[in-house]
């Protein structure tokens, strides 16, 4: 046994002295207090409140994935644990600082530096606090949390799909807003890093047209417009560049079509307006 992990008091008296650790917010105490009751009186009640204050203590002291590690035990060892809202609240924090970049201890082990990303342990973390608190404050945050992720990762069909769970379990809540301006987001990304579909413009515009709807008044519908006048841009100069290239291949008819639909389907972006000063309709 590790000669610092020693019990030297009684069970209460290790107990005791953990709460007060805690109360004065000695971190570094609570945590070695914590591991003397985990490592001498693992059998006892008290040890069952213990993996709480150890999470807790390693949340303060910047080791996050230990602080996941002890809550996620405290949580398991308790079928009505005391602190259960506080320690999903606690994982939802380590999720927020996952998100963010803060990196996680190589293999787990807390001796070794912390290099490893931690995002798929964010994605984790954001998926037990919707689940252990499905209607809470705390899902839609994690639910937002998730959507954002996903967009990051380019798994663009499961952040629209979340920022759609939010929208539909918190329909007035002021993160439903930011879930319709994050959908055109996820749309107008999609539409740079990918060929331009049309269907992502037609459900673009229908998720802008279900914002109107849910919120009528909103001054952020015309965040999500521009995000779609945007897209259309995209559009219309891809179909532009389609057609110089029959331009230039001496194919004036073909040309013809692509620059009629640019003018037919976005006649409010400029190349439209350009092309409506020279243009004939096609035959």
Known sequence: MNSERVATLSVQEHYGSILE??????WEEVIRQSLIMLENFAATPFAEETYFYLGMAYFHTAELDQANNYLTKYLKKQTAPKFFEEAIQYKFHIAELFHQGAKKH???WGRLPKWMPAREDALAIYEEVIAALPHHELAAQALYGKARLKL???DYSESIETYQTLVRRFPKHPLAIESFIGIAQVYLVQSKDRYPDQDYLDLAEINIKKFKLSFPSEERIEEAEKMLFEMKEIYANNLYEIGCFYDRTKKPHAAAIYYN????K??????????AKRLTPAE
């Open 21 to 26: 650790s805690y109360e004065n917010k000695c």
């Open 266 to 275: 976005y006649p409010e972006t400029p190349i439209a307006q350009k092309l």
């Open 106 to 108: 190589l293999f787990g």
């Open 152 to 154: 990051k990762e380019e």
């Open 261 to 264: 639909r640019i003018v037919t």
